[in-house]
């Protein structure tokens, strides 16, 4: 593995990591309305064969989006 492999090995687990944490966080619809100094977070889950992952590729599959309301910070 060269440094490339790494970088884009530890960039996708800690993306990974990411949306699995966004995962627990409440799902509010994508059209609501938003509360004021409430962070949002939009997930966009392209299918595994989507060329939007072929390196700055367009999105050709039937993309699906989702909406977290992130709790509040303590
Ligand atoms: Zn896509």
Redesign the pocket.
Known sequence: MNRAHLRRAARKIREGELQNYIHHWPEVPVDAPMERGKVYHYV?H??PW????DGGGE?????EITKHAEPKRS
């Open positions: 966009f392209h299918d989507c060329t939007v992952y999105c050709n599959c039937d993309v």
